[in-house]
């Protein structure tokens, strides 16, 4: 489970939400591994505070030598920040991003980059546990769920055996330059 907290008067703090796995659009969330990745983006036209997290650790994954394919946790989630709403996914299927690869549980935290610098999140990276790293791109200036992303694997590590079964559970470390 998440929960959000409203903190804003700490000695009287106010709970906000709870998500899990029984929440509404959340079938595919596993053990809540990842932290939730605040980010600004434009959404529905509006400029909307939003958290970002994986779909988190698939137990079927305990003990595997080589890669194997999850229906617990191979999502990405964005919520509204306020009141915990799910805004849009991507998975493998029955999400806003269909993406066929995403076979895996995402335990790594959500990396947010605003590459054009006008405050609002256009990048997303992070890891699964199936040796693959992703990124995906957003539109700000979409006007649907369906639209808001694309992307994919960028890199894939885990040659699909036993010697070469890569796993990742931290986060990528992504440093953003500018040239020229």
Avoid: C, H
């Amino acid at each position: 489970s998440y929960y959000a907290l409203d903190v804003t008067n700490r000695a009287a703090p106010r709970f906000l939400w709870q998500i899990d796995n029984t929440s509404t659009g959340f079938s595919k969330l596993g053990q809540t591994w990842s932290k939730m990745a605040p980010a600004t983006v434009k959404w529905a036209g509006v400029k909307t505070q939003v958290l970002f997290f994986g779909g988190g650790y698939d137990p079927a994954e305990d003990g595997k030598s080589i890669r194997s394919s999850s229906t617990i946790g191979n999502a990405i989630y964005m919520v509204d920040a306020t009141t915990g709403k799910l805004l849009w996914s991507s998975s493998d299927s029955g999400a806003d991003l269909s993406l066929t690869e995403m076979k895996s549980s995402i335990v790594s935290d959500i990396v947010t980059i605003d590459s054009t610098l006008d405050g609002y999140t256009n990048l997303l990276y992070t890891a699964d546990v199936g040796g693959r790293i992703w990124r995906l791109d957003l539109d700000n200036e979409s006007s649907s769920a369906a639209a808001f992303a694309k992307g994919g694997v960028v890199a894939d590590f885990n040659g699909g055996n036993t010697t070469s079964n890569i796993r990742f559970f931290n986060t990528p470390d992504i440093a953003f330059t500018r040239y020229g």
